[in-house]
C-alpha cells in the first residue's frame, strides 16, 4: 500500500511540474466566457430576477439541495409568487409551504426548515435575518454553504459557497486537497484571494455541470486544461 502510495504522489509531482502555475484570476476569465452559453448557477439567476434579500437569498438555497437548478428555480419562483418575507412565509401553514415547495426533493422536510427560520426573524431579528454566518449556520437546518452562498450573493460578503461543483473541480485542479466539500471550503478559504470567493460558486457550477464533468469531464475543449493537474481522472472527453 505503501509503495502505491508514494508512486502515486510522485504522478501527481510529475503532473505539476508540467503544468503552468495556477492563475486564478486568468482561469476565472477563461472560465466566464466558457460557461456563457449556459444557464446561470439558479441562485445568481434568482437573484438577477430580483429575488435578492438574505431570506430569499437563504430559503432558495434550501431548496436547491439535492435539487436540480432546472427545478430549483420554478419552486422558487412558486413559493416567492406567495409570500417573499418571513412575515408572509410564517402566515402560511406547514401544508401550504410544502405544496409550494412540490417537485424539490424533501417537500417536508424543507417546508419545516423554512418554516423555522422565518418564524425566527420574524420572532427574534424583526423580520431581517442577520448578515452573520453563525447566526445563519444556527438555524435547524442550515450549513455553511448556504449560509456562505446566501451571505455572498445578497450581502456582497466575501464568503465562500462550496458545492459538489466547486469541491470536485478544485480538488481535481489539484488547487486544493481536501475530502469532503466543508474541508475544501477551509482549505480555499487559506488559498483563494477574498477578491474571488463569492465568483468562485458563480462561475464552477455551470463549469462542472457542463464541462469539468464528474464523469468523462471534457478535457480536450476545457479552458484551464494547462493549469489542471486532474487529479482522479481516468477517461475524459
Not at 464541462?211 to 479552458?223: D, F, H, M, V, Y
Request: proline share 6%; with cysteine.
Amino acid at each position: 500500500m505503501h509503495a502505491t502510495h508514494g508512486i502515486i504522489v510522485e504522478a501527481l509531482r510529475q503532473n505539476e511540474w508540467m503544468k503552468t502555475p495556477f492563475d486564478i484570476p486568468e482561469m476565472f476569465r477563461r472560465i466566464e466566457a466558457a460557461i456563457a452559453p449556459f444557464p446561470k448557477a439558479a441562485l445568481f439567476d434568482l437573484y438577477e430576477r430580483g429575488y435578492n434579500t438574505l431570506f430569499e437569498q437563504l430559503v432558495a438555497c434550501v431548496i436547491s439541495i439535492r435539487t436540480l437548478d432546472e427545478t430549483t428555480i420554478p419552486v422558487s419562483l412558486r413559493l416567492f409568487g406567495a409570500a417573499r418575507t418571513p412575515q408572509q412565509v410564517s402566515s402560511l401553514s406547514l401544508q401550504q409551504l410544502e405544496a409550494l415547495l412540490y417537485g424539490s426533493t424533501f417537500p417536508g422536510q424543507k417546508a419545516a426548515t423554512i418554516m423555522g427560520i422565518a418564524q425566527k426573524a420574524v420572532a427574534d431579528w424583526d423580520g431581517e435575518l442577520p448578515a452573520d454566518a453563525e447566526q445563519l449556520i444556527s438555524l435547524k437546518g442550515v450549513g455553511p454553504k448556504c449560509a456562505h452562498l446566501a451571505l455572498g450573493i445578497a450581502s456582497g460578503q466575501m464568503a465562500i459557497g462550496v458545492d459538489i461543483h466547486v469541491h470536485r473541480v478544485t480538488n481535481r485542479w489539484g488547487y486544493v486537497q481536501a475530502p469532503t466539500p466543508e474541508k475544501t471550503m477551509k482549505a480555499l478559504e487559506e488559498r483563494l484571494p477574498q477578491s474571488e470567493w463569492v465568483a468562485i460558486n458563480r462561475l464552477l457550477m455551470p463549469f462542472g455541470k457542463h464541462i469539468c464533468t464528474g464523469k468523462l469531464p471534457k478535457c480536450s475543449s476545457c479552458p484551464v486544461l494547462e493549469y489542471c493537474m486532474q487529479v482522479g481522472v481516468e477517461k475524459h472527453r
